[in-house]
């Protein structure tokens, strides 16, 4: 009983503790200030273990249609540069400003599809990665886990190659509800459900094109 007593005595004072320190405001949220290596590496663990146990019964489709392919490179190439880059891309202040750091193009091409697959439809919790399933029809998120796949080797000439045999930019292929696989389906006025991944020329500029600011972007 004594030890009981003991035991949660400890307890509430520990959780005073957790607290104090959360309230005096010492842990740095800043991106700019690394999580110590100990606590890098737990994070990394978990957002491993958390992604291959989700990503293990996915079936991975024939990824190496040429038309998932094609689709895939020109929504790669509208949505992920800023923060992945490309091999004809260098970096941006997303790609170099974000904590943790987007894995490079090279690197993505090093992924399990699978797990890519996952990450690209459900995020990645306070990393900035968004969850593009929650505007992107599963064929689409398929078509980059695709195209990614060719990363590997990949010459900046073969990638621009590929993103212009793409009709250029997706317009917003990424709506859940286009119909035929057509990328250009509803991209139009009538469709305000549009995707917001207008207007792709600009990946900086504000999704749904209504509150853009005109301040030049000066630094
Ligand atoms: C705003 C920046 C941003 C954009 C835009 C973005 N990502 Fe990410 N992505 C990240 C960050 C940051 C991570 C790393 C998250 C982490 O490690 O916790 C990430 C992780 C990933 C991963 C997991 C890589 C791995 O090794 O586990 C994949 C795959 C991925 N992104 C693909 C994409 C694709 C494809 C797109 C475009 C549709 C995209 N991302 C758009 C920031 C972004």
């Known amino acids: 009983m004594k030890l009981l007593k003991t035991l949660v005595v400890l307890a509430l004072l520990g959780m005073v503790m957790a607290a104090a320190v959360i309230w005096s405001g010492v842990y740095h949220v800043g991106a700019d200030d690394p999580h110590w290596s100990a606590t890098y590496r737990v994070l990394e663990v978990a957002r491993q273990r958390s992604i291959a146990v989700r990503a293990a019964?996915?079936?991975v489709p024939?990824?190496?249609d040429a038309e998932l392919i094609r689709s895939g490179a020109g929504n790669y190439s509208a949505m992920?540069?800023?923060?992945h880059l490309s091999p004809d891309a260098a970096e941006t202040e997303l790609s170099i400003g974000?904590?943790?750091r987007p894995?490079?193009?090279d690197a993505l091409g090093q992924t399990d599809p699978a797990e890519a697959f996952w990450v690209l439809k459900h995020g990645i919790k306070a990393s900035g990665m968004p969850a593009w399933g929650?505007?992107?029809?599963?064929?689409?998120l398929w078509g980059?886990?695709?195209f990614m796949q060719q990363f590997p080797g990949m010459t900046a000439a073969q990638y621009s190659a590929q993103v212009s045999a793409s009709d250029g930019h997706s317009h917003g292929g990424g709506e859940t509800d286009v119909g035929g696989g057509d990328p250009h389906a509803g991209h139009d006025g009538a469709n305000a459900e549009r995707s917001s991944f207008e207007p792709v020329?600009?990946?900086?500029a504000t999704p749904s094109g209504e509150e853009h600011s005109d301040d030049g972007h000066d630094h």
Do not use: F, G, Q
């Open 57 to 59: 019964d996915i079936e």
């Open 134 to 140: 929650k505007s992107m029809d599963d064929r689409y």
């Open 80 to 83: 992920c540069v800023t923060c």
């Open 98 to 100: 974000l904590y943790p």
């Open 62 to 64: 024939d990824l190496s």
């Open 103 to 105: 894995p490079r193009w």
């Open 201 to 204: 020329d600009d990946p900086m």
């Open 144 to 146: 980059m886990v695709a």
